[in-house]
């Protein structure tokens, strides 16, 4: 039986289309950041900025920076991650309240802030200086946004897995705090992204992916 060119033009069209094709929009945590595939954008791990300042991070984002190839993020593009996890978040007057049972997960991954203030403070995590089990106090990832605002106040961004019964439920604000652009403390760090890149397929990715449709054709035509 003949297989026309077309054909074959149309499984290799297939094959690369496949290769091409990025994977389904998701949050993918990489130890070190997390991946927001829907925007595009990298988040770097709170946590690894606290204790710093606005200003101290702000010089630090040029070749050879602490945080060389990062930049602020803005209260938009918190807000957009947050509805990127939880759905369609609301917020009234800067607060959401969201889905409580995977709040704890999501501040696990970028980095939970109250931990580094008490590992700081008293040599022990929260847990243990409260003598409660995990997940029977509050946990929450406290950072600075970019300066949407003139002067010296930075906008903050905060997720709050409130874990505690008499604290309510969990919750996020922007631009609900501030602080100012020279004071730095450990339970507080900083938003940074930059963007994602996607890889494109290798060369020799695409020249399987002809030797495939080749491969496909010839068995075809031998009845095969």
């Not at 709040?103 to 696990?108: A, E, H, K, P, R």
């Not at 008490?118 to 600075?144: C, F, M, P």
């Not at 705090?177 to 900083?190: A, N, Q, R």
Request: proline share 2%; no cysteine; charged share 20%.
């Amino acid at each position: 039986r003949i297989v026309t060119m077309y054909k074959m033009k149309y499984v290799l069209f297939s094959l690369l289309f496949i290769l091409w094709t990025p994977s389904q929009a998701a949050i993918i945590d990489n130890n070190t950041y997390t991946t927001d595939t829907t925007s595009g954008l990298d988040w770097l791990d709170v946590t690894l900025s606290v204790g710093r300042s606005y200003n101290d991070i702000s010089v630090q984002f040029g070749t050879g920076g602490d945080f060389e190839g990062w930049r602020y993020a803005t209260w938009s593009e918190y807000k957009s991650l947050m509805d990127n996890i939880f759905g369609d978040v609301t917020f009234y007057l800067e607060l959401a309240l969201i889905d409580g049972e995977r709040v704890d997960q999501y501040v696990q991954m970028f980095g939970d802030t109250l931990e580094t203030y008490y590992l700081d403070a008293y040599g022990v995590n929260q847990h243990t200086y409260n003598g409660v089990g995990y997940g029977e106090w509050r946990s929450e990832t406290k950072g600075i946004l970019a300066n949407d605002l003139a002067g010296r106040w930075q906008e903050m961004a905060n997720l709050i897995d409130s874990t505690e019964s008499w604290d309510g439920p969990d919750w996020t604000n922007v631009g609900e705090t501030y602080i100012s652009d020279d004071l730095s403390h450990m339970s507080i760090g900083s938003w940074l992204v930059r963007e994602s890149t996607v890889p494109e397929p290798s060369i020799l990715a695409l020249f399987i992916a002809g030797l495939a449709g080749i491969v496909f054709v010839r068995r075809r035509k031998h009845g095969e």
